[in-house]
């Protein structure tokens, strides 16, 4: 089974193309009139894990270019962003006090929960050194935080300074999430065995298998990490989403019921820019000229995030799966994915060599530009979010082998609302893993699953345009936070 692990990150990035990214952003749309206005400033605070980072730090550019706000970003010495990569922005680090003990363990309920305790008073230290005048010339108009940070709306209530959140998921997860309390008080969870298959009343279209529970050492942890979660979430002034309205609007109208409270889907985030700029790996750009190699859609791209972990005997599974499928692939393995290991001393012995340039083997890749190349036919994925709305992006049908959290909402609601996917089970079995891969690439099945992932895409482009529903949600947040 998988299970998820993460770690302290060095940053090896390189500086990227500002001008390029600057002239993307004036493509999409003109919001240019809004530029005009009073420069304020926004701090925004990420969770230090890297499917957090990336979607926040691309919030503040799409705020600094579309509207002229200036920003400062909080953040702790744990996973620290490169901030040479953002020359524009103002980084403000807090000492977020984890021991190396800490620091990497495998328990994400804890340790979220413990960063909230940690951090909390330098925290406030740092945002009312800065509402006194220590972040610049311009005054702040208001807090955007990870809804992970729910220490930080008593500290904005106290400081009297408006706090948005960033939901860096979907709404369909979020509501999955915000259901669990409820559930453990109906007595319908923790689930049983039996239980599997059956749908869950609440949150239609999930069965009890994909609540997006989250092992932790104390379950009752989850339980109060969510509670905390959602309250601070419902008093906040709103929540940004990396989604957009055509893809969420059921789980919106939901969401809408229990939050009243401004709500602002503008993503996909990542297509206002060329490219992801805050990995904190190293992207190996031999992954697209390897790409360039090879006949239109037939890779098979295989990536499990940055948290997630496999055993061994998985990954030997993972191995054979790809090499039985006779097909192209492009495998990104990161340092330390086979817990216990180095890098790819599980691999089967000559394996590269046997395959005779039909596998490559990354340790980390430029996900985005690889998603986006004409040469890959399907991602292999555990559905976090980011992955799973780049692929949509790119019209990229998926394998989901969703591992924890709002990967099993998301993997549902691909493989059986969207229908763009294929769900493999908890099991990593070479044989299933071929059969899969045939399915999606090679039959008629995949090729429906590449004509439905198409029309989304279509509407993705269009909700950016001008007139588009996150290009009219992102002026509606503008206006609001001016508004402050
Ligand atoms: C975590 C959780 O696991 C996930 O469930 C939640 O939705 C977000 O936080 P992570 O597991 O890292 O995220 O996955 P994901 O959300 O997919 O984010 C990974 C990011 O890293 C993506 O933006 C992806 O483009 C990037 N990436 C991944 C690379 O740049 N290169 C790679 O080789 C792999």
New binding site residues.
């Given amino acids: 089974m998988f299970r ?1 692990l993460f770690s302290r990150f060095e940053c090896e990035n390189t500086p990227r193309n500002f001008q390029k990214e600057i002239k993307i952003m004036e493509n999409h749309g003109d919001h240019s009139h809004l530029q005009q206005r009073k420069k304020r400033r926004l701090v925004l605070f990420p969770l230090p ?4 980072i ?1 979607p926040m730090l691309q919030l503040a550019s799409i705020l600094y270019h579309k509207a002229g706000f200036s920003i400062t970003i909080i953040h702790t010495n744990f996973n620290s962003p490169n901030s040479s990569n953002y020359p524009h922005f103002s980084f403000r680090s807090i000492p977020d006090g984890l021991s190396e003990t800490e620091a990497s363990t495998a328990d994400i309920i804890a340790f979220d929960m413990l960063l909230n305790v940690k951090c909390a008073v330098p925290f406030q230290d740092c945002l009312a050194e800065l509402l006194g005048g220590g972040g610049g010339d311009d005054d702040v108009a208001c807090l955007i935080t990870d809804a992970v940070w729910y220490f930080t709306q008593a500290v904005a209530d106290s400081l009297k300074l408006p706090r948005i959140v960033l939901r ?2 979907n709404v369909c997860s979020f509501n999955a999430f915000a259901a669990i309390p409820l559930l453990y008080e109906k007595g319908c969870l923790p689930m049983q065995d039996f239980q599997f298959e059956t749908p869950v009343l609440e949150i239609p279209p999930l069965r009890y298998k994909d609540i997006p529970i989250i092992e932790t050492h104390d379950p009752e942890n989850l339980n109060r990490f969510l509670k905390d979660m959602v309250k601070q979430t419902k008093v906040s002034s709103g929540i940004i989403w990396n989604s957009f309205q055509e893809l969420d609007e059921l789980a919106m109208t939901n969401l809408k019921q229990e939050f009243p409270i401004p709500n602002f889907p503008i993503g996909p985030f ?1 297509k206002y820019f060329p490219a ?1 700029s805050s ?1 904190l ?1 190293a ?1 190996d750009q031999t992954s697209i000229s390897w790409l360039h190699k090879q006949p239109p859609k037939s890779v098979i791209y295989v ?1 499990f ?4 972990g496999v055993n061994e005997t998985e990954f030997q599974e993972i191995a054979w799966g790809l090499a039985n499928s006779k097909l192209p692939f492009l495998w ?1 393995v990161r340092p330390g994915l086979v817990c216990g290991t180095e890098w790819l001393e599980p691999l089967p012995k000559n394996f590269l060599e046997m395959l005779d340039g039909r596998g490559q083997i ?1 340790k ?5 530009e690889v998603l986006a190349h004409s040469s890959v036919g399907v991602f292999w ?8 709305l ?1 692929s949509i992006c790119e019209g990229v049908p998926m394998i989901c082998q969703p591992c924890f ?3 099993l909402v ?1 993997a549902r609601y691909v493989c059986d609302v969207w229908r763009f996917g294929l769900r493999l089970e908890k099991k990593v079995e070479r044989g299933e893993i071929e059969r899969a891969i045939r399915r999606v690439i090679l039959e008629a099945e995949g090729q429906k699953m590449r004509e439905r992932i198409m029309i989304l895409k279509d509407k993705m482009d269009t909700c950016l345009k001008t007139g588009g529903s996150s290009y009219q949600s992102l002026e509606s947040l503008i206006n609001y936070i001016m508004s402050f």
């Fill in positions: 998820y894990l890297q499917g957090h990336n860096t998921s990542h992801s990995s790996l992207q990536s995030g940055s948290i997630t990104v990354v980390w890749a430029p996900q985005q994925t555990h559905n976090g979010w980011n992955s799973t780049e959290g709002d990967q998301n």
